[in-house]
């Protein structure tokens, strides 16, 4: 990773001004929309006991009856 990193950046120094500025935006838009496109989205330990409650059988005994009635 290092290494992909140290060639983009000596790729970079010769660019003119303007487009390591035009570089800089895209990168900056870039991160921005990632950003938003997370917003909302729960992590696993936010996610951890949601559904607790909802189902009203067994895990197992569920995937069971799933299994017979596919037979």
Not at 22 to 45: M, N, P, T
Request: charged residues 35%; proline residues 0%; without cysteine.
């Amino acid at each position: 990773m290092q290494t992909n990193l140290n060639y983009i950046w000596k790729e970079v120094q010769v660019l003119s001004r303007s487009e390591r500025m035009k570089l800089a935006e895209r990168l900056i838009h870039q991160l921005r929309v990632e950003d938003e496109e997370q917003e909302g989205l729960l992590s696993w330990e936010e996610m951890y006991g949601i559904g607790k409650g909802v189902w009203e059988i067994d895990a197992q005994e569920y995937v069971n009856q799933l299994r017979e009635e596919r037979d």
